[in-house]
């Protein structure tokens, strides 16, 4: 099948509370890196109170948020539990990013408040003594070149038996002791990195929509495109940051 006659549809689920550091530009670079492959790409925002038909979606975008809007959405995700967990064990793709990561484990337990997760993935988080702020650098098996990105958060991931996104090179990641960082469960990843983590990490954005193609069509071939702009800046950073394991306290 000609990917011209593909479409991909993108949810973005509550982008009014969950979209700190412009997680939402990660939608941008999926849409834009379909359209120069000429696979159409359309993206649906659901607020609070919206019904959510998994069924018409291929990627689901939960972003960060702070804590007191966590717990304003954690309500609202426990009304659309299980159609999301259907399309998360049917193959569907998820990327969610901190606050949204968070949210799918079992809880967030804060120094004075539990906030229930969906319990979609057999993980939790717990806060600890200070944030994890600052640079990251990861080995994903992924992407060929490290994934590079930006992390800030109170909480501290336990993954349990569950599989990393990445291996820490340099930053804090999970737990920040650990070495890992993120998760992966079928198509759902999840992970700390936030804002540009797809533009920054060109093969993560790529691999997310040969997912969700795959899961609709059958074998894909993405085109290349070029990315020597992406690669030179993904090597910049490698150089600055890999090599060194630091986690910042404040
Ligand atoms: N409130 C969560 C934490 O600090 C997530 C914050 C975020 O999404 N940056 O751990």
């Not at 093969?203 to 085109?223: N, S, T």
Request: with cysteine; glycine share 14%.
């Amino acid at each position: 099948m000609d990917t011209a006659d593909m479409k991909l549809t993108i949810g973005h689920l509550y982008p009014d509370l969950l979209n700190l550091y412009g997680d939402r530009g990660n939608i941008v670079c999926m849409v834009k890196r379909c359209l120069w492959r000429g696979i159409r790409a359309e993206t649906i925002e659901f607020n609070m109170g919206d019904r959510v038909d998994f069924s018409k979606l291929d990627i689901v975008l939960l972003g960060g948020g702070s804590d007191r809007e966590q717990k304003i959405v954690c309500r609202e995700l426990r009304r659309i539990r299980r159609e999301f967990q259907r399309y998360i064990e049917d193959n569907g793709v998820v990327i969610a990013v901190c606050g949204g990561y968070q949210l799918l484990g079992r809880y967030y337990r804060t120094k004075d408040d539990i906030i229930e997760g969906l319990g979609l993935l057999d993980i939790y988080t717990e806060q600890g003594d200070g944030r994890l702020i600052g640079n990251i650098v990861l080995d994903s098996e992924w992407s060929d070149v490290p994934v590079v990105g930006f992390e800030n958060h109170g909480g501290r991931t336990y993954i349990g038996g569950h599989k990393p996104f990445g291996r820490v090179l340099y930053g804090a990641g999970n737990d920040g002791k650990s070495g890992y960082e993120g998760v992966v469960y079928k198509n759902v990843t999840g992970t700390y990195l936030h804002g540009p983590l797809l533009p920054k990490n060109a093969q993560i954005c790529d691999h997310l929509i040969k997912k969700a193609l795959e899961r609709k069509y059958g074998p894909v071939q993405l085109k290349k495109l070029d990315d020597g702009m992406e690669m030179a800046a993904n090597a910049y950073i490698c150089s600055r940051f890999a090599g060194r394991k630091r986690a910042t306290l404040v």
